[in-house]
T-cell receptor, first 112, second 112 residues
Framework: DAKTTQPPSMDCAEGRAANLPCNHS???????VYWYRQIHSQGPQYIIH???NNETNEMASLIITEDRKSSTLILPHATLRDTAVYYC?????????????FGQGTTLQVKP | DGGITQSPKYLFRKEGQNVTLSCEQN?????MYWYRQDPGQGLRLIYY???????QKGDIAEGYSVSREKKESFPLTVTSAQKNPTAFYLC???????????FGQGTRLTVV
């Protein structure tokens, strides 16, 4: 599975959009981009995933560049409850294990 | 409500004792996983099961054992052979290895 690079931390004002970047320059054509978040002392929460098209759900939007070497997770109106560690993961759907490889992630601090 | 239930949330054991962590899901998912998380670290895969009565070792299976006798249940036993058992243990499930995984709230095991 391809390696991802994320900034270690980011701040965002409450009510503003939070844009979390992720670089995955070695991504393969059959690897999907997944985003999870983990609030302190809780299990990771699935947010969204995509292959090459932009995706949107009730939680967030995922923007993947045309060359697929980077992506951005957008939380349109961040709240204090969005403070968490956000993980960007790339994974092959045909993986033998279904394993998710979590890196260090980005700690997002939403401030009042 | 459908979901993944891990119990207990906190567990204390004396060194040298085996301990079993419970994981139950009512999502009708075929695949289930156990991960371990240490402070400031990403998740590491211990065991996974793609279907009932079958399971495979993950990256750090030594000192752990599992069973998958029922689709809904995937208990993890931490044996006395595990050198550093104190950690945050996370159970996850997915429809298949090719789909997004959903996590329980975790069990924090402390061995004294």
């Amino acid at each position: 599975d391809a390696k991802t690079t994320q900034p270690p931390s980011m701040d965002c004002a409450e009510g503003r959009a939070a844009n979390l970047p992720c670089n995955h320059s070695t991504i393969s054509g059959n690897e999907y981009v997944y985003w999870y978040r983990q609030i302190h002392s809780q299990g990771p929460q699935y947010i969204i995933h995509g292959l090459k098209n932009n995706e949107t759900n009730e939680m967030a939007s995922l923007i993947i560049t045309e060359d697929r070497k980077s992506s951005t997770l957008i939380l349109p109106h961040a709240t204090l409850r969005d403070t968490a560690v956000y993980y960007c993961i790339v994974r092959v759907h045909s993986s033998n294990t279904g394993k998710l490889i979590f890196g260090q992630g980005t700690t997002l601090q939403v401030k009042p | 409500d459908g979901g993944i239930t891990q119990s207990p949330k906190y567990l204390f054991r004396k060194e040298g004792q085996n301990v079993t962590l419970s994981c139950e899901q009512n999502l009708n998912h075929d695949a289930m996983y156990w991960y371990r998380q240490d402070p400031g670290q990403g998740l590491r895969l211990i065991y996974y099961s793609q279907i009932v009565n079958d399971f495979q070792k993950g990256d750090i299976a030594e000192g752990y054992s599992v069973s998958r006798e029922k689709k809904e249940s995937f208990p993890l036993t931490v044996t006395s052979a595990q050198k550093n058992p104190t950690a945050f243990y996370l159970c996850a499930s997915s429809i298949s290895r090719a789909t997004e995984a959903f996590f329980g709230q975790g069990t924090r095991l402390t061995v004294v």
